[in-house]
């Protein structure tokens, strides 16, 4: 099948926090936008019961309706939604590709903002009873489906505990298996003491799934204890798995930058290695992995990407060129360098025929960075779409641009 080609500024890969926020920043600078998600739009925060840490809602709010907030301002913006999943990209080059089973797009900037994925205990026949056969990572999908039976939370962590606890709700019994030692848990410590006095939460410490048990659905839970060795069947109608995530980057391998564990290596602009190839949200490698970072890496990588996209159009159309210019790079925010300016705009009204540029580096590093000029106030001399030379800091004077223009 041929794919239709589409042409737009932006793709961001995945509909999360991070890629939503990344696409509320693009559209709001006009720059054409491309969401493509493979699953639910909010990502896994659409599958979180209860958010209560995410700062404006003081009441909290459901993980999905939150995201919905979300996908309407993006929309807002202009931002377009493609639900379907990227198969396949090309990131060298200014032309980047990113396909779906029907499209081809081909964009300025891409944005990997894929998330995670639920990370599988390894336990015995684990694979047979993934999905709607009894192993469940969402408990906000599947809690009503539980009313009145008892179900297994496996995890010790925020989203283990505070799901648990939601779950109690409709379960009559939820058993909780906790790696630890008695009394310890990895969850904040609000969510511990609610679990902890919690009638229907049972605790099974020191213990790990050793083997999932049944026919066509999830029967049992073998348990493991870690001090005795001794294995005990736990019966149970659906058995919640929330033992952390692994990151959506098989699509990325050995294209960008990663930690051995597969998470995006990132500088603080969210910029990978590849120029104009940004990353955002749980799959970047970060301390903490929360709505509210997500959002952090969105705007920062939005912002970044309409940086990155505004300065290769001006080192086309500007900064590089036939004819002979001076580029000054200055920061804007030095009294030195604004002092300079003045001098270097007599200069250049007396040589007419010289086209005289000036870029701020405060707002675009970029334009140095692809001068490889490190050091700022610099005059650069171009001509013939070539660098010729430069002039940086205490050396700029008519004289030694005068030098410059003999190069
Ligand atoms: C049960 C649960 C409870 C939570 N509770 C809280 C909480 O109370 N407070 C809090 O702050 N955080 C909470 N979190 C964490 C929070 O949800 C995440 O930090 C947040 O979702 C990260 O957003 P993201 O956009 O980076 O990634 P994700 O939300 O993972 O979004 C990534 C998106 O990319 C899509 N994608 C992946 N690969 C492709 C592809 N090839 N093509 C197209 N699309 C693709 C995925 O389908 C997904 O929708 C919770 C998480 C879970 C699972």
């Known amino acids: 099948m041929e794919k239709v080609i589409e042409h737009c500024d932006v793709v961001v890969i995945g509909g999360g926090a991070a890629g939503m926020t990344a696409g509320i920043y693009c559209g709001r600078a006009r720059l054409k936008t491309q969401i493509i998600e493979k699953?639910?739009?909010?990502?896994?925060?659409?599958?979180?019961?209860?958010?209560?840490?995410?700062?404006?809602?003081?009441?909290?709010?459901?993980?999905?309706s939150l995201m919905e907030l979300f996908?309407?301002?993006?929309?807002?913006?202009?931002?377009?939604?493609?639900?379907?999943?990227?198969?396949?990209?090309?990131?060298?080059?200014?032309?980047?590709?990113?396909?779906?089973?029907?499209?081809?797009?081909?964009?300025?900037?891409?944005?990997?903002a894929s998330g995670g994925k639920p990370r599988l205990t390894g336990a015995l026949n684990e694979e047979k009873y993934l999905y709607g056969k009894g192993i469940s990572f969402c408990a906000t999908c599947d809690a009503a489906a539980n009313t009145g039976k008892t179900v297994m939370v496996i995890g010790s962590g925020d989203a283990a505990i505070e799901e648990g606890i939601f779950l109690t709700k409709f379960a009559s019994k939820v058993i909780v298996s906790v790696l630890h030692d008695e009394g310890v848990m990895d969850c904040n410590e609000i969510a511990k003491s609610e679990a902890l006095q919690n009638d229907k939460m049972e605790f099974l410490w020191n213990t790990t799934a050793a083997e999932f048990k049944g026919d066509d659905h999830l029967h049992a839970v073998a348990l493991k204890n870690s001090k005795t060795g001794e294995i005990v069947?736990?019966?149970?109608?659906?058995?919640?798995?929330?033992?952390?995530?692994?990151?959506?980057?098989?699509?990325?391998?050995?294209?960008v930058d990663m930690t051995c564990d597969g998470y995006v290596l990132t500088n603080e602009r969210m910029e990978t290695k590849i120029p104009g190839v940004f990353c955002a949200g749980d799959v970047r490698d970060k301390f903490l992995r929360q709505v509210a970072t997500?959002?952090?890496?969105?705007?920062?990588?939005?912002?970044?990407?309409?940086?990155?996209?505004?300065?290769?159009?001006?080192?086309?159309?500007?900064?590089?060129?036939?004819?002979?210019?001076?580029?000054?790079?200055?920061?804007?925010?030095?009294?030195?360098?604004r002092e300079l300016l003045s001098i270097l705009e007599k200069y250049e009204q007396s040589h007419c025929d010289l086209l005289f540029i000036k870029a701020d580096v405060y707002k675009s590093n970029g334009i140095a960075q692809r001068l490889n000029v490190g050091e700022t106030p610099c005059v650069t001399y171009i001509k013939g779409n070539q660098i010729v030379g430069c002039v940086s800091c205490g050396d700029i004077c008519p004289t030694a641009l005068d030098d410059l223009l003999k190069r």
């Open 39 to 64: 699953a639910l739009v909010g990502g896994q925060t659409a599958h979180a019961n209860e958010i209560k840490n995410y700062p404006g809602f003081p009441e909290g709010s459901t993980g999905m």
């Open 71 to 112: 996908h309407k301002q993006a929309k807002m913006f202009g931002v377009k939604f493609r639900l379907t999943d990227v198969r396949a990209i090309n990131l060298e080059g200014e032309d980047k590709v990113v396909e779906t089973f029907c499209n081809e797009f081909h964009c300025k900037v891409v944005i990997i």
């Open 233 to 255: 069947d736990v019966p149970v109608d659906t058995c919640f798995v929330f033992i952390g995530y692994l990151p959506n980057t098989e699509l990325f391998r050995d294209m």
């Open 294 to 337: 997500a959002v952090s890496d969105g705007a920062i990588a939005g912002y970044a990407a309409e940086r990155y996209i505004a300065e290769s159009e001006m080192f086309k159309n500007q900064i590089m060129g036939e004819a002979p210019r001076l580029v000054y790079l200055y920061n804007a925010t030095s009294k030195d360098d």
